[in-house]
C-alpha cells in the first residue's frame, strides 16, 4: 500500500509491504533502499522521522473494492448525471 509522508510540501512516497507482523508495518524507504519496520505508536505520535526521513503521514492510497452488483458506479466513487 503506497503512502505519502513529508512536511508542508508532501513529496516522500514509501510502501507499506504486505504481511507485515502485529509489532509494525513493514515499509520499503526508497531513499535508502532498504525495508524498515515501522511500530504503529510511531505513526500515532507522528514520530516517523528517523525511520522514513519524515514526521507526518499525509496520505494512504487504498484499493478500491470490488464493484456491488447491480450498481451503476463502482463503490467509492461518483457519478455525474445529466437532469
Given at each position: 500500500m503506497p503512502f505519502l509522508v513529508g512536511s508542508l510540501v508532501p513529496?516522500?512516497?514509501?510502501?507499506?509491504?504486505?504481511?507485515?507482523?502485529?509489532?509494525g508495518w513493514l515499509v520499503y524507504e526508497p531513499s535508502s533502499s532498504s525495508v524498515r519496520r515501522v511500530p504503529p505508536?510511531?505513526?500515532?505520535?507522528?514520530?516517523?522521522?528517523?525511520?522514513?526521513g519524515f514526521d507526518d503521514l499525509q496520505a494512504v492510497l487504498l484499493?478500491?473494492?470490488?464493484?456491488?452488483?447491480?450498481?451503476?458506479?463502482?463503490?467509492g466513487?461518483?457519478?455525474?448525471?445529466?437532469s
Open positions: 513529496r516522500h512516497w514509501c510502501l507499506a509491504l504486505p504481511g507485515a507482523p502485529e509489532s505508536q510511531e505513526v500515532r505520535q507522528r514520530n516517523l522521522r528517523p525511520l522514513l484499493p478500491a473494492g470490488p464493484a456491488v452488483s447491480g450498481a451503476s458506479t463502482p463503490v466513487t461518483s457519478s455525474c448525471q445529466d
